[in-house]
């Protein structure tokens, strides 16, 4: 299948994963199904770890050991799946979309939906706002925006835990560090989950239209700060974008426009959603399973192999999609030319034969570091980093800091948006002793 020929997704359920169905009958793109994905990643590690759909003719790669080959062949298996983001779930371009978006910058790519070298580049540029350096020289100012977060609320005795601090944390940090004003969160957070929609695979037409105004805002707002910061570069971000010297790649000039936003709309989205919703869900374990949160404010040691399980367990990014170049297989599963596959980084992270009772959230695991809840291969997130600082400094601030940390009763089930490549949370409403 071809990357301009995506076929139209059926969202109507189809058999349930553990039913003991076949596996055609089942509906992958369900809304109910992704709430969870895991009995059926299961069956398809057992019964067919590369599995052609026969109802969208997607190629489903789904073992830990099979994904790293996929990734470890970019050449093979092409990044540039562009036209899946652009069609959405129908499978075409709404002729409204893109009239919105032609309102706009034309799109570049730069790294997610980029090969090498361009995506070599790109990435060389983009990783360096997130050097281990950097990042490590951040600590004490996450430290002081959790507090910070953390006085907003506590005096409440309760709060909705996902948007009263999970959003806000790495939202706040990735503002400071663009060199944006905070005042503009708000805005922020819309147009990155406007990114989102248009990456879910499920959005409604109304979503992703509404999804394309906020790309036209997000575009008009960062031209203007680029312009200034070209004019009066400052320590941050996007002053080192715009001033960037591409002549090592060979491209004596400066990024335009198109690539600028390229980059800054997924820094963005790296900076911040994948952290959110890990931090969302870390808490949601750590209140699930009683008697972990003694241990780790017993031992402070535990705090790193807390954070990497938590990113194995909920897989941000569960899933990715690859363009197949050329005839090939991969397990030996035949895979033709202009094959779209899908990469199950959250199948691959409860793979059995990679991490042991797969499926127990164990902060003591010792390979949890190898998980792929950043993607794997040259694609891993550039903000990966980042995002293990923000969760390693916060946790143990908030366990400290909200005594007798509890769920709310009466305030609905933990759920999960949406999102055929994101896993992300949809809301944690908790409670704790006012202070």
Not at 76 to 90: C, H, I, K, R, W
Not at 353 to 381: K, Y
């Amino acid at each position: 299948m071809a990357a301009d020929d995506i076929p139209a997704i059926d969202t109507r359920a189809q058999g349930g994963a553990a039913s003991g169905c076949p596996l055609h009958e089942i509906n992958f793109f369900d809304p109910d199904f992704l709430q969870d994905p895991y009995p059926a990643y299961a069956r398809l590690r057992a019964e067919a770890p590369v599995y052609r759909d026969p109802n969208t003719n997607i190629i489903y790669v789904s073992t830990y050991d099979l994904i790293n080959e996929v990734n470890r062949q970019p050449a093979v298996f092409s990044s540039d799946f562009g036209q899946q983001l652009a069609s959405g779930a129908g499978g075409e371009i709404d002729p409204e979309e893109i009239a919105i978006l032609s309102q706009g910058l034309t799109p570049t790519s730069t790294m997610l939906t980029a090969d090498p070298p361009v995506h070599t580049r790109y990435r060389k540029l983009g990783a360096k706002a997130f050097t281990f350096k950097r990042v490590e020289q951040m600590g004490d100012y996450v430290a002081r925006v959790t507090n910070d977060l953390i006085d907003a609320f506590i005096a409440d005795g309760r709060c909705e835990f996902k948007t009263q601090f999970a959003d806000l944390l790495p939202m706040t940090v990735i503002a400071d560090s663009l060199g944006v004003p905070r005042a503009d969160m708000a805005k922020f957070k819309r147009w990155s989950d406007g990114f989102i929609v248009q990456l879910s695979g499920m959005a409604t037409r109304e979503q992703r239209l509404a999804a394309a105004r906020g790309m036209i805002e997000f575009q008009h707002y960062f031209i203007d700060v680029i312009e200034q910061k070209r004019l009066h570069p400052t320590d941050d971000i996007i002053s080192d974008l715009v001033h960037a010297d591409l002549a090592e790649e060979g491209d004596p000039r400066k990024m335009n426009h198109s690539e600028l936003m390229s980059m800054l709309q997924q820094i963005l989205v790296a900076g911040n959603e994948t952290t959110a919703h890990s931090i969302t869900a870390g808490l949601y374990y750590l209140l699930t399973n009683p008697g972990l949160i003694d241990e780790l404010m017993a031992d402070p040691d535990l705090v790193p192999g807390f954070v990497e399980e938590t990113l194995r367990y909920l897989s941000p990014v569960n899933n990715m999609w690859r363009i197949a170049t050329r005839e090939t297989e991969i397990g030996g599963f035949p895979i033709k030319a202009g094959d779209t596959v899908m990469v199950r980084f959250g199948s691959g992270n409860r793979d059995t034969a990679h991490f042991p009772e797969a499926d127990t959230f164990d902060i003591r695991r010792e390979n949890a570091r190898t998980h792929l809840a950043f993607g794997a291969g040259i694609h891993t997130c550039i903000g990966a980093l980042l995002a293990r600082k923000e969760m390693t400094v916060a946790f143990p601030i908030l366990l400290r800091r909200l005594k007798n940390l509890r769920l709310r009763e009466g305030h609905g089930e933990f759920r999960y948006s949406p999102n055929v490549i994101l896993r992300g949370v949809l809301e944690l409403n908790v409670a704790f002793d006012a202070a």
